[in-house]
């Protein structure tokens, strides 16, 4: 039986860079993602989703980033992936999805239909994209029209004409509200009240969002978005979509119905569409065996190491989701990995 220093779960940016790092250390290492090719959860990002339009992308380790253009982020950042992926000689086998990962002997055994990996250590890089959040409301099954989530985004063009509400205060709802309210009418609903940010974001700025993102996981709780605590901003490409009032938001209903929604006061909102762009959660049910999450309810890290396991490393998860995040998160796992390595190999 082969048994690697570790198995890394998802090629994406995180996946990538923890990878990259892991190779730089002279540690056997495979990589597992659950998609046909490279891109991570780019290549599923909508048509309209452009380099210009994602504020630029952190350079993997040792390689120089895409330039900002017009071109699809869907098409860029496959390709980049992909040429990183060959010019680095990442080990990455396609399609993987892993099922389970449990402890057997002190081992950890990554699982995927009949096909199994051992390893001394586990960086785990399966970011959000395959979790995405839809709460429920009363009444959604009713519904007469067609209700879809920010990853089955179709484009602007599929609600021409189409009376939508758009749920959600992130900043994918305002994105998504800037197009969509050019070809239809929209009304914006959202839970609280959203925060507008009216500053410059500075690299300070960024700092203290990112440090508050990662006090939460330390003290093993759910992570936060990095946005919910920045505030939203209104790019140029959405004022016309403000000039039409799409911004004028209205508290959450309280219940749908087959041709809308309702609300608190009793008001009625008309709608042929509910797009739901209500984020996302960290995709790790498959390490469920392991017994991960703290009683707050997330799983607790000291840097990118889960305090409950020291053997597993977590990327892309809470503070590290952002691209800047990723790659340091990646470097700090395969410390992390290291010395989980030479500390077994000590007390041997």
């Known amino acids: 039986m082969d048994i690697l220093d570790a198995v890394v779960i998802g090629a994406g940016q995180a996946g990538l860079s923890s990878a990259y790092h892991l190779g730089r250390r002279g540690?056997?290492?495979?990589?597992?993602?659950a998609d046909q090719g490279p891109g991570g959860a780019w290549q599923h990002r909508w048509d309209s989703l452009t380099m210009h339009d994602v504020h630029g992308i952190a350079a993997l380790p040792?390689?120089?980033?895409?330039?900002?253009?017009?071109r699809r982020a869907s098409e860029a950042l496959p390709a980049y992936f992909a040429g990183y992926e060959r010019e680095h000689a990442i080990p990455v086998e396609r399609p993987v999805r892993v099922e389970r990962v449990t402890d057997e002997e002190g081992l950890l055994v990554t699982r995927a239909g009949e096909r199994t990996w051992t390893s001394?250590?586990?960086?785990?890089?399966?970011?959000?994209?395959s979790h995405p959040f839809v709460p429920r409301y009363p009444g959604m099954a009713t519904f007469?029209?067609?209700?879809?989530?920010?990853?089955?985004?179709?484009g602007p063009e599929h609600f021409r004409g189409r009376r939508t509400v758009v749920v959600g205060g992130g900043a994918s709802a305002v994105q998504l509200l800037g197009e969509v309210a050019l070809v239809?009418?929209?009304?914006?609903?959202?839970?609280?009240?959203?925060?507008?940010?009216?500053?410059?974001?500075?690299?300070?700025?960024?700092?203290?969002?990112?440090?508050?993102?990662?006090?939460r996981v330390r003290r093993g709780l759910p992570p936060a978005s990095v946005v919910s605590v920045t505030g939203l901003a209104l790019r140029e490409q959405e004022r016309a979509a403000e000039a039409r009032g799409a911004y004028a938001r209205r508290p959450m209903f309280s219940s749908v119905e087959p041709g809308g929604v309702r609300f608190p006061d009793g008001s009625f909102e008309r709608a042929d569409v509910i797009l739901w762009a209500t984020g996302f959660r960290p995709a790790v049910t498959h390490l469920g065996p392991l017994r991960l999450?703290?009683?707050?309810?997330?799983?607790?890290?000291?840097?990118?190491?889960a305090v409950a396991d020291p053997r597993?490393?977590?990327?892309?998860?809470?503070?590290?989701?952002?691209?800047?995040?990723?790659?340091?998160?990646?470097?700090?796992?395969?410390?992390?990995?290291?010395?989980?390595?030479?500390?077994?190999?000590a007390s041997a």
């Open 312 to 345: 597993v490393q977590l990327v892309g998860y809470g503070p590290s989701a952002s691209t800047i995040g990723a790659n340091r998160a990646g470097r700090a796992a395969a410390r992390g990995v290291a010395r989980w390595l030479d500390t077994a190999r």
């Open 120 to 129: 001394r250590t586990l960086v785990n890089a399966t970011g959000t994209w």
């Open 144 to 154: 007469a029209g067609e209700q879809l989530h920010t990853a089955d985004y179709p």
């Open 293 to 305: 999450r703290s009683p707050q309810g997330g799983i607790q890290l000291d840097g990118t190491t």
């Open 184 to 215: 239809t009418d929209t009304v914006w609903v959202t839970r609280r009240p959203p925060v507008w940010r009216t500053d410059d974001f500075t690299p300070d700025a960024g700092r203290a969002a990112v440090a508050l993102v990662e006090e």
């Open 27 to 33: 540690l056997s290492y495979l990589v597992l993602d």
């Open 62 to 70: 040792d390689s120089q980033a895409p330039a900002l253009s017009e």
